[in-house]
């Protein structure tokens, strides 16, 4: 088969981009006369379909004597080309030879070059000599031996008939190629990098967009501590290197070889296409990539996503070679139940405090399975009061499951900006988890709060002032000793809690090793997580008594894997986000500002400034030492305690501070249960037109004010 050609050119009106020819712009380009373009074209569309054929055929055998004429200056001329058409000059002189593309010329080459190229064709085979001094070449006969016959033509005019065509000698490198061809010329940059890119979607080259750059899966290959090989799905960036590569895998690049400028050679994808490429973010005709994943995963519908390469329903790309067994397409819940009895039994040996801490760890193994099927999932924690209890070695079990291989982690930085440049780094990538490793004291973040609740994140990347767009597939794990979550965090996590109640848990020895168990069978264990949701799917999802109330920013997770869990048996895991919220190191300070503030500004008509505040807080009082002397102590104690944090210069509370911090947590409730009732309290401000700025106040409201005492997160509905 021979090399497929495609040449890009600049149309008519000079806009970049590619062409097709249509039966008037050959003829055009064939008559040697370039004058009236708009006029012949009215007169070409006048002509019915045979006298058009018959145009295009007598131009041909016309053609020698029209070009001597626009050289002749004895008087003799070649008429314009409208005038050519209106009169009918298509029917004078002998009937045209037959059409052959390989004998035509084209007008912008030198009739020295058309010989040659005619010259060549003819020993090649591809066409006659008897054809070519028929069709007028200017070429001396020489001896015509072993000629071939030419190849059957397509009688009917085209576009690619009149277009510029070069034969396998004009190319400097006549090897035979599937590939198709770009010849490169001066102008047409912007077209050639469109169709450049176009190619490569067609051919299937693995380059996707995410966000503003483009980006590749590759295997990070390794060896695990016994030695045996891993294999670790990725994505990373696209460079200029790489897009050559692809750029030369897929398509032969021709540039004009000599100063004639007629004959090409193979060259390899110049810079500058791939630089071209590479920089029409917003104009990328790529596929959009939302992760790479190494297990099969469930889609929204329940449906197995198995097959190898990207996925366009979920823009995930699969890259494993495991081998499921048999999933019933609608699983029974005895089918279920046996299946979660498998996930149980690698959880034996931990010692949870509670049933919806064992939950918290099912739930993480089927999240993570099934992450492909939810927008959004909520983060999961784990926590203890001692180094050594199995927090990391239970994300290890849940990877082994997902991944086949340890749990990747992240550190986390004592500093906030570094662990969030770390988070985003991370969800950028494409990681299927995101793993913040032995958490010491509190967690929260803004750019953690979106990656664990937004299911496409805006994501700012140090150095760059514009945000990051990307769909966002990572599931959220941690692990701490007595670690907690600040402010929003709270209602986007689930948290198992483990105690072993002994002085070294990590001496304990254990009768098994779930990860190594995982790993020798990894496709046993995927199908019993997709057995346990599909069986619940099946069964029409059905509501179970004892679930608490629905997790609205997670719903599709709620009403699918919590559900399930419940509907199985076992203890809700959302009970686990009352206590993150009540050990919120966030909520206990606003609990303990409301408490000392409420005797000083309880209402509206005692609204104080934040300046006002901080006075309270110099005051003393004098108390007897006990030994006959006194001593001065702070007025107000839990006040003065409280300010602390907003100490200035001078070694007092600044007001700004405070008032900040007040703006900050205003209207935010805080509650507990007085004689039987739930009543809750939040900080509140009214304007002062004197000092143009807010005084402050406790506001206590009812529980008729604000409704139920939860929202359906754990939270209160003000």
């Known amino acids: 088969m021979g090399t497929t050609t495609k040449v890009i050119q600049l149309n008519p009106n000079g806009a970049a981009g590619p062409v097709n020819i249509d039966a008037f712009e050959g003829w055009w380009r064939l008559y040697p006369r370039k004058v009236g373009h708009g006029e012949a074209k009215k007169e070409w569309s006048k002509l019915n379909a ?45 009937e045209a030879p037959p059409r052959n593309r390989y004998l035509e010329r084209d007008p912008s080459y030198p009739e020295h070059v058309w010989v040659k190229i005619v010259k060549d064709r003819i020993a090649n085979g591809v066409v006659t000599l008897e054809e070519a001094l028929a069709y007028g070449v200017p070429i001396e006969k020489p001896q015509p031996e072993n000629l071939a016959s030419p190849p ?5 005019p085209c576009a690619e008939d009149y277009a510029p065509e070069f034969s396998e000698e004009d190319v400097a490198d006549g090897s035979e190629s599937e590939k198709p061809t770009l010849f490169l010329q001066g102008g047409a940059l912007d077209s050639l990098a469109d169709e450049a890119m176009n190619i490569l979607v067609e051919c299937g080259a693995n380059i996707f967009q995410r966000g503003h750059k483009l980006m590749r899966p590759i295997i990070s290959k390794g060896v695990d501590s016994k030695g045996q090989p891993t294999r670790f799905p990725v994505l990373v960036e696209v460079d200029l290197t790489f897009m050559r590569r692809m750029l030369c895998r897929y398509i032969d690049w021709m540039a004009p070889d000599g100063r004639s400028g007629k004959k090409f050679k193979k060259v390899n994808a110049p810079k500058e296409m791939a630089e071209t490429i590479m920089s029409s973010a917003g104009h990328w005709t790529f596929r959009t990539i939302a992760g790479v994943i190494s297990t099969p995963t469930l889609r929204f519908d329940g449906s197995i996503l198995s097959n190898q390469g990207y996925d366009p329903i979920t823009h995930l790309y699969l890259e494993s070679d495991i081998a499921l067994p048999h999933i019933p397409e609608r699983p029974t819940k005895t089918e279920a139940e046996k299946a979660l009895r498998l996930l ?48 990391s070695y239970l994300f290890d079990i849940v990877a082994a499951i997902l991944l086949g291989e340890s749990c990747p982690v992240i550190s986390v930085s004592a500093d906030p900006n570094e662990t969030e440049k ?9 990681q299927q988890i995101i793993n913040l490793d032995n958490v010491n004291g509190t967690l929260g973040g803004d750019a953690l709060c979106q990656t664990i609740e937004r299911p496409i994140c805006n994501l700012r990347v140090l150095g760059r002032s514009t945000p990051v767009r990307v769909e966002n597939r990572a599931i959220v794990f941690f692990n701490g000793n007595n670690c907690r979550v600040l402010g929003d965090m709270t209602r986007r996590v689930i948290i198992a809690e483990l105690d072993a109640g002994v002085e070294k848990p990590a001496e304990r020895e254990f009768k098994s090793d779930p990860v190594t168990k995982v790993k020798a069978d990894r496709g046993k264990y995927i199908a019993a997580c997709m057995t346990i949701l599909r069986a619940y799917i099946a069964a029409g999802r059905p509501v179970p008594e004892k679930l608490g109330t629905p997790m609205n920013s997670f719903g599709e997770w709620s009403s699918t894997v919590r559900s399930a869990l419940v509907w199985l048996g076992q203890d809700d895991p959302c009970e686990t986000i009352a206590k993150a919220r009540d050990e919120d190191p966030e909520l206990q300070k606003l609990a303990a500002f409301i408490a000392a503030a409420k005797s000083h500004a309880n209402g509206e008509k005692h609204a104080i400034s934040a300046s006002k505040l901080v006075e309270l807080t110099s005051q003393t009082q004098k108390v007897s030492d006990g030994y006959g002397g006194y001593d001065y102590v702070p007025k107000y104690p839990e006040l003065h305690e409280f300010m602390q944090e907003f100490i200035g210069r001078g070694g007092k509370p600044d007001p700004t501070r405070v008032g900040i911090w007040l703006k900050r947590f ?5 509650g507990e249960t007085v004689n039987g009732r739930y009543v809750s309290w939040r900080i509140a401000s009214v304007p002062n037109t004197k000092r143009k700025s807010e005084d402050w106040f406790i506001e206590t409201i009812t529980p008729q004010t604000i409704g139920p005492k939860l929202d359906d997160e754990g939270c209160s509905d003000v």
Not at 666 to 670: A, N
Request: include cysteine.
């Open 152 to 156: 059957p033509l397509n009688d009917e």
């Open 666 to 670: 205003k209207g935010r409730p805080v």
């Open 50 to 94: 045979p006298q058009k054929k018959r145009a295009l055929d007598a131009l041909r055998s016309q053609l020698p004597d029209l070009i001597k004429k626009t050289q002749d200056k004895s008087g003799n001329y070649c008429p314009h080309p409208d005038k050519w058409l209106r009169e009918g000059r298509f029917d004078d002189g002998p």
């Open 422 to 430: 770390r988070v985003i780094g991370s969800a950028i990538s494409g």
């Open 344 to 391: 149980e039994d690698l959880l034996a040996e931990f010692p949870f405090v509670n049933g919806a801490s064992k939950a918290v760890s099912l739930s993480a193994m089927l999240s993570a399975i099934a992450r492909a099927m939810f927008d959004v999932v909520p983060a999961h924690g784990a926590k203890a009061p001692t180094p050594g209890t199995g927090k």
